[in-house]
């Protein structure tokens, strides 16, 4: 079956993903967290880490689909590629970023007074700059909120193809996606409070909740070309 897609931007159901994600941990929890553990051994292999959470999201979408599915799939090679370039990206633009911070604690450094105190006048700069620096990170993460399904679900290999389609998808939703992923990120940290071992049960609702958006998504930007076509020639 020929599957295409059509970028849109999202309708973005926030409190739907959550309860998903709970009721996915609720109706499979030891497969759920069998694949979370096999995630985090993975994650420790050098620039693995975004490929091992891709496949772990292919993994609790069989899982959700009740396909026959192995947690030994998500040590799966296939995309290291497109996540190793990826990760090569992300880790360029935070160092291109950092550079003018460098610059900033050197000069302070120089002009500080006599008591070795910094220059109050570099943190009039400093801060704005800070805010700046963070506020472009989470801008382009949450523009490419949808690159990790798109690579793992739909095999586009191509990141600015990938990016692209991702910026279409995120139009008007980058406050819903970043209240959500604030919401998901609090959720899966309550754990901590039980000792630090309870993070281990509360983390894999983070990522179960993040595949129910992803699913989602993708799903409305996907049409059947067939289908379409035979719709079409009724009227």
């Given at each position: 079956?020929?599957?295409n897609?059509?970028?849109?931007?999202?309708?973005f159901?926030?409190?739907?993903?959550?309860?998903?994600?709970?009721?996915?941990?609720?109706?499979?929890?030891?497969?759920v967290?069998?694949?979370?553990?096999?995630t985090?051994?993975?994650?420790?292999?050098?620039f693995c880490?975004?490929?091992?959470?891709?496949?772990y999201?292919k993994?609790?979408?069989k899982?959700?689909k009740?396909?026959?599915?192995?947690?030994?799939?998500?040590?799966?090679?296939?995309d290291?590629m497109?996540?190793?370039?990826?990760?090569?990206?992300?880790?360029?633009?935070?160092?291109?970023?950092y550079?003018?911070?460098?610059?900033?604690?050197?000069?302070?450094?120089?002009?500080?007074?006599?008591?070795g105190?910094?220059n109050?006048?570099?943190m009039?700069?400093?801060?704005?700059?800070?805010?700046?620096?963070?506020?472009?990170?989470?801008?382009?993460l949450?523009?490419g909120?949808y690159?990790?399904?798109?690579i793992?679900?739909?095999?586009?290999?191509?990141?600015?193809?990938a990016?692209?389609?991702?910026?279409?998808?995120?139009?008007?939703?980058?406050?819903?996606?970043?209240?959500?992923?604030?919401?998901?990120?609090?959720?899966?940290?309550?754990?901590?409070?039980?000792?630090?071992i309870?993070?281990?049960?509360?983390?894999?609702f983070?990522?179960?909740a993040?595949?129910?958006?992803?699913e989602?998504?993708?799903?409305?930007?996907?049409?059947?070309?067939?289908?379409e076509?035979?719709?079409?020639?009724?009227?």
């Open positions: 079956m020929n599957v897609l059509a970028p849109k931007p999202i309708n159901k926030f409190g739907e993903y959550i309860n998903k994600g709970f009721e996915l941990l609720k109706k499979d929890f030891g497969s967290f069998v694949g979370f553990l096999v985090f051994l993975m994650s420790i292999i050098p880490g975004i490929l091992a959470v891709g496949n999201y993994y609790l979408r899982l959700n009740n396909q026959s599915v192995s947690a030994g799939e998500i040590f799966d090679f296939k290291f497109p996540y190793f370039i990826l990760q090569l990206i992300i880790i360029a633009g935070v160092f291109v970023l550079i003018p911070m460098i610059f900033f604690g050197v000069f302070a450094g120089i002009t500080s007074n006599n008591s105190e910094p109050p006048g570099m009039i700069f400093m801060f704005p700059y800070l805010f700046f620096m963070i506020a472009t990170l989470y801008y382009f949450l523009k909120f690159m990790i399904p798109l793992s679900f739909k095999e586009i290999t191509d990141l600015k193809t990016w692209n389609i991702s910026k279409v998808m995120t139009k008007g939703n980058l406050w819903s996606i970043l209240l959500f992923a604030f919401v998901v990120g609090i959720l899966s940290q309550i754990g901590i409070l039980a000792c630090g309870g993070i281990f049960i509360t983390i894999p983070m990522y179960a993040n595949y129910f958006a992803y989602d998504a993708i799903q409305q930007i996907e049409y059947d070309e067939i289908t076509i035979g719709s079409k020639n009724e009227f």
